[in-house]
């Protein structure tokens, strides 16, 4: 197969951030229909008011003629009250609320120290069906960096299932063989997204030649054996595994320093990422189902009635593209792509 047709791809969970460098990250996503839009801004994204600001601010930002449409989020911190989240249950741009585990990654230092102390708040998203989106790693500092998320699943996630057995979840990229596992063995409440860097690499790219900051990002890469279990999910026809990008752009001197920030940007190639992570699983006919149908079906919203073309046709990444005033290092950068998303 050299061409593929597909109904038009979301992303279910992509940072976009803010100010000057929102022109050049919303371009980057626009070609996807539809983009849960992470809220983990600086301030984070709390309120209502304050998300309906950020999507008319992302709105604003569009390139001339888009239709891409924000899906909005808020930030869980321990003030969140089940007013607020009627409140974003009632507001058609507000889709679901994000849960950081405090300081488990980029600007999550508001987020929550004791989750399952969230209880009221559960319930009140349980009732009005606001999905709960998860950063799932510990952040028990004596936890390993490479474990942190199969213990989150085991010692929190599951006993959070367990007391909300209404509430939906989504394991947001999930990077390892026991997150893939929980969440096949759970009810159909509880679905993740699959990045496409966590689909591509695992933990030695992180160290081929030496060290490769632009390759970090958390949850980090795992072993082999993870990668493998993840395109085993993405790739099997389980509408609970769909595509989010966690395209996380940085400026290149935020990531080529002592101490760099994780995220990986995918957004300049991410459907062709993922064309050439399912074409070399031998399975690209399963990947409409995963980056254009699966996504919808778990939030309740209509599959794209447009559809995109992909072709094998290699392409060369530059080795930097514009943020605002700055410049990002894109996956890849300077070497090739297998695929292209043709233009419409
Ligand atoms: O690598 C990451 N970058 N992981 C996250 O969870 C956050 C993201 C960011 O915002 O940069
Ligand atoms: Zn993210």
Not at 39 to 55: E, Q
Not at 324 to 343: C, D
């Amino acid at each position: 197969m050299d061409e593929l047709e597909l109904p038009r791809p979301d992303d279910w969970h992509l940072h976009l951030r803010d100010g000057a460098n929102l022109p050049d990250l919303v371009r980057a996503s626009a070609r996807f229909g539809r983009a849960i839009v992470m809220p983990n801004l600086k301030p984070p994204v709390t309120t209502v008011a304050a998300a309906r600001a950020y999507r008319e601010r992302i709105l604003a930002a569009r390139p001339a003629g888009s239709d891409f449409e924000p899906l909005m989020t808020l930030y869980l911190t321990a003030a969140t009250s089940p007013a607020e989240v009627e409140a974003a249950a009632r507001d058609a741009s507000v889709h679901a609320i994000k849960l950081y585990p405090a300081g488990a990654t980029t600007n999550a230092d508001a987020g929550v120290h004791d989750v399952l102390a969230c209880a009221e708040v559960f319930r009140a998203m349980a009732d009005h069906g606001v999905p709960l989106l998860v950063h799932g790693e510990s952040i028990d500092p004596r936890v390993d960096v490479f474990d942190r998320e199969a213990v989150f699943v085991r010692e929190t996630l599951a006993r959070l299932i367990e007391q909300h057995p209404r509430l939906r979840v989504v394991l947001e990229h999930v990077s390892t063989a026991e997150g893939v596992a929980f969440v096949e063995a759970a009810p159909p409440t509880v679905a993740a997204t699959i990045t496409a860097h966590h689909l591509l690499y695992d933990r030695n790219a992180m160290f081929q030649g030496g060290i490769r900051p632009h390759m970090y990002c958390l949850p980090v890469l795992k072993r082999a054996s993870h990668r493998e279990a993840l395109l085993r999910a993405a790739t099997s026809g389980n509408p609970k595994f769909f595509l989010g990008t966690d395209s996380a752009p940085h400026a290149r001197p935020t990531k080529e320093t002592a101490c760099g920030c994780a995220g990986v940007f995918t957004a300049h190639a991410a459907l062709e990422l993922y064309a050439e992570a399912f074409d070399a699983a031998g399975a690209l006919a399963a990947l409409p189902d995963f980056a254009s149908r699966f996504g919808p079906a778990f939030y309740g919203l209509p599959v794209s009635p447009q559809t995109v073309r992909l072709r094998r046709e290699p392409w060369r990444v530059p080795e930097r593209l514009p943020l605002g005033e700055g410049e990002l290092v894109p996956l890849r950068a300077g070497e090739t792509i297998a695929w292209r998303w043709l233009p419409t």
